[in-house]
């Protein structure tokens, strides 16, 4: 059985996002186990001199455990056109090492319009060279409108897209094991 990490990159408990996540995880039992991370704020801030030298214990945990998974899906919000600082600061910890490289990674966006979020963190994780595509990515705009907090998605079409992403990823995570 396959393992994925889900990060959730919202800052608020019990977001959409999470909601999100949790319906992946139900909708791939089949095909891997997935582990949730969803409270970014026990992570300390990004200190650039700590980055090789004296890691955090915290941050030396987030980074073996990235780099064990069969694979990654970050499902985010946008904050400000951007990306939420708890998500940036874990991916920061990251760039120093090569836990991403090669991973094979899913990109959710689900907020109320996304588009320059979804962008940035698309081209962060090509930086990090994690293995994503426009299959194992989604961007759902309007989210507040399409699934409910309890991770009912109530928009055909938004549960069309996400179960196609969902089926993407688990083959890019099936030719990656194939190809190792």
């Given amino acids: 059985m396959k393992h994925v990490l ?3 990159g919202s800052a608020s408990q019990n977001s959409t996002n999470l909601s999100i996540l949790r319906r992946i ?5 089949a095909n891997f186990r ?33 780099d064990q998974v ?11 056109f951007s990306i939420p600082s708890g ?30 979020g979804h962008a940035e963190l698309t081209l962060i994780m090509q ?24 991770g009912e998605i109530v928009d055909p079409k938004t549960a069309e897209a996400l179960s196609l992403v969902v089926q993407s990823f688990s083959d890019l995570l099936l030719s990656a094991t194939s190809t190792k």
């Fill in 6 to 8: 889900g990060i959730c």
């Fill in 25 to 29: 995880a139900a909708l791939s039992a």
């Fill in 34 to 66: 997935m582990e949730i991370i969803d409270d970014l704020t026990v992570f300390p801030h990004f200190t650039t001199a700590q980055t090789l030298a004296h890691v955090p214990k915290q941050i030396e945990e987030i980074r073996a455990k990235i």
């Fill in 127 to 150: 930086t990090l060279q994690a293995t994503l595509s426009e299959k194992t990515s989604l961007l759902i705009q309007g989210v507040k409108g399409k699934v409910t907090t309890e």
């Fill in 87 to 116: 998500l940036k600061n874990i991916i920061e910890w990251c760039v120093s090492t090569t836990v991403f490289t090669d991973k094979p990674t899913g990109l959710i966006t689900a907020s109320a319009h996304g588009e320059k």
């Fill in 70 to 80: 069969d694979g990654v899906i970050i499902c985010t919000p946008a904050y400000v």
